[in-house]
């Protein structure tokens, strides 16, 4: 009962999250969409700071366990080489869309919200979470990058452009097959979407100025 009722202060807040933003949605919204009191969320997260980390990360640290093993086996099979851009790019983009097919079409639409409201969330607690969750993502990724184009100096902006473009096709591709929920974008859009990624990544450097930070899988920066 008590693994349920976790569950359901989860999902309820990770709805209202997306819907409405960390700070217009108070605990007692998240205890009514629940169906439990609010001692139930203070027992289980102690404050809506620590029920929206785990939120997060419900969500993303499964996807982001999925791409670091994904990037260990890709330098595994390079050796001293510089790893394949197209393979890096893959185990950056599929993760999500994978996992995404194991949940069920409500969690999947809460989820786009919720990267969605990411985009566009100012509240410094709610970026710092995120910094948390992806910084070593960004880091190990970053630095597949660096390996695979080390001719390119504007591999930050590659990386957000990447981000981008997931973002995107998460958000917007499952309406141009009249879904909501990202874990139907078909097999093949997707390897279109890698292969789309891997050879902008390789286009000529303008050698602009590379921005300061990128969050990887929410595009946001500090």
Do not use: C
Request: charged residues 25%; glycine residues 6%; without cysteine.
């Amino acid at each position: 009962m008590a693994t349920g009722t976790k569950e359901r202060i989860l999902d309820a807040a990770e709805r209202l999250f997306g819907e409405r933003g960390f700070a217009s949605t108070s605990l007692r919204d998240i205890t009514a969409g629940a169906g439990v009191n609010v001692a139930s969320v203070n027992y289980h997260f102690g404050s809506k700071e620590a029920l929206l980390e785990a939120v997060l990360e419900r969500r993303f640290r499964p996807i982001n366990r999925e791409r670091l093993a994904m990037l260990d086996a890709v330098n595994a099979r390079a050796g001293e080489d510089p790893p394949p851009i197209e393979e890096v790019v893959r185990a950056f983009l599929l993760p999500p869309f994978e996992r995404q097919r194991a949940w069920s079409a409500d969690a999947q639409v809460s989820f786009l919200r919720l990267v969605g409201r990411i985009h566009a969330e100012t509240n410094e607690a709610f970026r710092a979470m995120l910094v948390e969750q992806f910084d070593e993502v960004r880091q190990r990724f970053q630095a597949a990058l660096q390996h695979a184009l080390p001719d390119h100096p504007d591999v930050n902006w590659r990386m957000l452009f990447m981000i981008g473009s997931m973002s995107f096709t998460m958000s917007w591709g499952p309406m141009l097959i009249g879904r909501e929920d990202a874990g139907h974008v078909p097999e093949n859009v997707l390897e279109s979407l890698v292969r789309y990624t891997a050879a902008g990544m390789t286009a000529a450097s303008s050698h602009a100025a590379a921005p300061a930070r990128v969050v990887a899988g929410a595009g946001a920066r500090r």
